[in-house]
């Protein structure tokens, strides 16, 4: 299969190279040709599968110079039991007949981002190998909490890479911080941002596009990619969970076959929600899908207008993995909603570079409504989320599976649509003690890593063993840059 940039489809890759790319030197993202389509029968072939052999059979219809006996493997290694601390991956919770939670944080960095960064290593080092590449790859990662980490943790001290993270300076939560700038491996790199998420992915995809630091960093030896989900091989293996997800409720007699089931996921930067896109174009059968947003709300006002404005305010939130109001995988879904009409993509992210606004067509604008609910959720409503599911489920979650809770909440009652549903658990609630604590109304210990042994002897929920393990950890990394500073700092990493 053939992948093409969203600005100009006339430029056509293999899958090896645009995973080994990141991001189109035109700026576009690298999008494939065709969707594969699924059945009935591919269906019931997963439901008795692991999560390993579901995600090589999905992955083996997108990536055509791999083989599914290699993904098998790079499944096997990415999500066995030395990473994950369930046999399931990416479990399926029941709150009630009608309501489902898919846990996506059982990962080494306790967050979903491990479901495509413990992949996308073995992908990019294979990429490397097929292309018959001699350089070396350096990955510039912009997080806005946890990409960072989990793909330092996938990265770190694989042969033929360096990495190098930007994070906003003040913008992540105390453990977030804490995890990346305790990052083992001789080939990581992390580095504090003043500004705000927007400000280091924009500064990274300035970068990409700077044909003189591309020219400088091939004279050492070195091409850029990206770990960031602008990366079709950070997007791919997320579609695999919303499927696996499905197969779960089949298998577990909670849906029959042909079902429909709406996801409801807490989403920044859109990756995550287009991957249920994805899944759904192949066939799988979902009902609506519900993008939950926090204060930062563009893309509840974009769903529901067909405006993408991010000339607002930014807001800092307890889901900071959400503050952000430039969502790059947007422009994957327009691309596919436009026909593929990559003149239609380059107008539109013209202007939202030139005027931070763009108003899309009204064929699009009635696609959206057709396929998307958007809502928002502030912070008081937040608090009250976790609040909720804890005393009257006993299950606790962390705030931004709590902003999926809260606007799943509100599309029922907004709609009366009671159809099975599934919203989307991020990241472990111990990420974010002192929100999580606060919410259920306990006093958090002033130390955000004895928060976690407050939270566990509290609620008796196990703490995850890497985020335990934090204390007493060495600080390594204490770089901080202006935004205008981050070619700089990539540019030394690399000497």
């Not at 930007?166 to 939560?173: A, E, I």
């Not at 409720?249 to 989403?267: H, Q, S």
């Not at 604590?437 to 002033?446: S, V, W």
């Not at 042994?453 to 950890?473: N, W």
């Given at each position: 299969?053939?992948?093409?940039?969203?600005?100009?489809?006339?430029?056509?890759?293999?899958?090896?190279?645009?995973?080994?790319?990141?991001?189109?030197?035109?700026?576009?993202?690298?999008?494939p040709?065709?969707?594969p389509?699924?059945?009935?029968?591919?269906?019931?072939?997963?439901?008795?599968?692991?999560?390993?052999?579901?995600?090589?059979?999905?992955?083996?219809?997108y990536?055509?110079?791999?083989?599914?006996?290699?993904?098998?493997?790079?499944?096997?290694?990415?999500?066995?039991?030395?990473?994950?601390?369930?046999?399931?991956?990416?479990?399926?919770r029941?709150?009630?007949?009608?309501?489902?939670?898919l846990?996506?944080?059982?990962?080494?960095?306790?967050?979903?981002k491990?479901?495509?960064?413990?992949?996308?290593?073995?992908?990019?080092?294979?990429?490397?190998?097929?292309?018959?590449?001699?350089k070396?790859?350096?990955?510039?990662?912009?997080?806005?909490?946890?990409?960072?980490?989990?793909?330092?943790e996938?990265?770190?001290?694989?042969?033929?890479?360096?990495i190098?993270?930007?994070?906003?300076?003040?913008?992540?939560?105390?453990?977030?911080?804490?995890?990346?700038?305790?990052?083992?491996?001789?080939?990581?790199?992390?580095c504090?941002?003043?500004g705000?998420?927007?400000d280091?992915?924009?500064?990274?995809?300035?970068?990409?596009?700077?044909?003189?630091?591309r020219?400088?960093?091939?004279?050492?030896?070195?091409?850029?990619?990206?770990?960031?989900?602008?990366?079709?091989?950070?997007i791919?293996?997320?579609?695999?969970y919303y499927?696996?997800?499905?197969?779960?409720?089949?298998?577990?007699?909670k849906?029959?076959?042909?079902?429909?089931?709406?996801?409801?996921?807490?989403?920044?930067?859109?990756?995550?929600?287009?991957?249920?896109?994805?899944?759904?174009?192949?066939?799988?059968?979902?009902?609506?899908?519900?993008?939950?947003?926090?204060?930062?709300?563009?893309?509840?006002?974009?769903?529901?207008?067909?405006?993408?404005?991010?000339?607002?305010?930014?807001h800092?939130?307890?889901?900071?993995?959400?503050?952000?109001?430039?969502?790059?995988?947007?422009?994957?879904?327009?691309?596919?909603?436009?026909?593929?009409?990559?003149?239609?993509?380059?107008?539109?992210?013209?202007?939202?570079?030139?005027?931070?606004?763009?108003?899309?067509?009204?064929?699009?604008?009635?696609?959206?409504?057709?396929?998307?609910?958007?809502?928002?959720?502030?912070?008081?409503?937040?608090?009250?989320?976790?609040?909720?599911?804890?005393?009257?489920?006993?299950?606790?979650?962390?705030?931004?599976?709590?902003?999926?809770?809260?606007?799943?909440?509100?599309?029922?009652?907004?709609?009366?649509?009671?159809?099975?549903?599934?919203?989307?658990?991020?990241?472990?609630?111990?990420?974010f003690?002192?929100?999580?604590?606060?919410a259920?109304?306990?006093?958090?210990?002033?130390?955000?890593?004895?928060?976690?042994?407050?939270?566990?002897?509290?609620?008796?929920?196990?703490?995850?063993?890497?985020?335990?393990?934090?204390k007493?950890?060495?600080?390594?990394?204490?770089?901080?840059?202006?935004?205008?500073?981050?070619?700089?700092?990539?540019?030394?990493?690399?000497?």
């Amino acid at each position: 299969m053939k992948y093409y940039s969203t600005r100009d489809v006339s430029l056509r890759y293999d899958a090896a190279d645009a995973i080994k790319m990141g991001l189109s030197r035109d700026g576009g993202l690298l999008t494939p040709c065709q969707i594969p389509q699924i059945g009935r029968a591919f269906l019931e072939s997963l439901v008795p599968a692991s999560y390993q052999e579901r995600a090589a059979k999905i992955m083996s219809l997108y990536l055509t110079d791999y083989t599914e006996a290699e993904l098998k493997s790079f499944a096997d290694n990415a999500y066995g039991p030395d990473k994950f601390d369930t046999a399931a991956v990416a479990p399926v919770r029941k709150v009630d007949d009608r309501t489902y939670c898919l846990e996506l944080w059982h990962g080494p960095t306790s967050a979903f981002k491990d479901m495509a960064l413990q992949m996308l290593p073995q992908l990019l080092s294979a990429a490397l190998r097929k292309t018959g590449e001699d350089k070396t790859v350096c990955i510039l990662v912009a997080t806005s909490g946890d990409t960072g980490k989990a793909a330092m943790e996938g990265f770190a001290d694989v042969p033929q890479t360096k990495i190098m993270v930007f994070y906003p300076k003040d913008g992540v939560s105390a453990i977030q911080e804490l995890q990346m700038v305790t990052q083992d491996g001789a080939n990581v790199g992390v580095c504090a941002v003043v500004g705000n998420f927007d400000d280091a992915q924009t500064g990274v995809k300035r970068i990409f596009s700077d044909e003189a630091i591309r020219a400088k960093l091939a004279d050492r030896g070195f091409f850029l990619s990206s770990a960031n989900s602008i990366n079709w091989g950070r997007i791919l293996p997320q579609v695999v969970y919303y499927i696996s997800a499905y197969c779960d409720l089949l298998r577990d007699g909670k849906i029959a076959m042909g079902d429909k089931v709406n996801f409801c996921v807490p989403t920044g930067n859109f990756g995550d929600i287009l991957a249920a896109y994805y899944a759904e174009r192949m066939g799988l059968p979902v009902g609506k899908l519900i993008c939950a947003s926090n204060r930062n709300d563009v893309l509840t006002d974009f769903l529901r207008t067909g405006v993408y404005d991010r000339n607002r305010p930014f807001h800092t939130t307890m889901s900071p993995s959400m503050d952000i109001l430039i969502s790059s995988n947007l422009e994957r879904l327009l691309f596919d909603l436009s026909g593929e009409n990559d003149a239609e993509i380059r107008e539109y992210m013209a202007a939202l570079s030139k005027d931070g606004r763009y108003e899309v067509s009204e064929e699009i604008k009635g696609k959206l409504k057709e396929l998307y609910w958007g809502g928002f959720c502030d912070e008081e409503g937040t608090a009250a989320s976790i609040a909720k599911y804890y005393k009257e489920y006993g299950y606790l979650i962390d705030t931004h599976t709590a902003v999926a809770a809260n606007v799943m909440e509100q599309y029922r009652v907004a709609t009366g649509d009671d159809t099975v549903t599934v919203f989307v658990s991020t990241a472990s609630p111990y990420k974010f003690g002192d929100s999580v604590l606060t919410a259920i109304g306990e006093t958090p210990a002033e130390n955000s890593l004895d928060r976690i042994g407050q939270m566990q002897e509290l609620t008796g929920v196990p703490a995850p063993k890497r985020l335990a393990a934090l204390k007493g950890k060495a600080r390594r990394f204490d770089l901080t840059c202006e935004k205008a500073g981050m070619d700089d700092v990539v540019l030394d990493f690399l000497k």
